[in-house]
């Protein structure tokens, strides 16, 4: 399995920004898809999945302003970032594991993408 993500980059407080991932080398039909993120001497947490039904689930601190999509045709998962804050600032990874039910932690992911930077200026 390789992951490609894309679309990080440097944005003003409250501005957006989209993520993408392509996935290769599978079927991801019946893989989890989502997103991690590590901020400066920070752990690296958990912020969002899909599942191959379009079920989602969201980290609190991103509810309501991130929203995660998945093109299965494509094989692409999207990141939709809006009204971000400072506090958003990190490196985003996309991750991809075969599973029935939404992993959190970051050991229920083995694949994982080279990540990107994305910055909110405030």
């Known amino acids: 399995v390789q992951l490609q993500a894309s679309g990080g980059g440097l944005v003003p407080t409250g501005g957006s920004l989209r993520l993408s991932c392509a996935a290769s080398?599978?079927?991801?039909?019946?893989?989890?898809l989502g997103w991690f993120r590590r901020a400066p001497e920070k752990e690296r947490e958990f912020v969002a999945a899909i599942n191959w039904s379009d079920g989602s689930l969201y980290a609190d601190s991103v509810k309501g302003r991130f929203t995660i999509s998945r093109d299965n045709v494509k094989n692409m998962v999207y990141l939709q970032m809006d009204s971000l804050k400072s506090e958003d600032t990190a490196v985003y990874y996309c991750?991809?594991?075969?599973?029935?039910?939404?992993?959190?932690?970051?050991?229920?992911?083995?694949?994982w993408g080279q990540g990107t930077q994305v910055t909110v200026s405030s």
């Open positions: 080398g599978q079927t991801f039909e019946r893989y989890v």
């Open positions: 991750v991809a594991e075969r599973a029935r039910y939404f992993g959190v932690e970051s050991n229920e992911y083995s694949n």
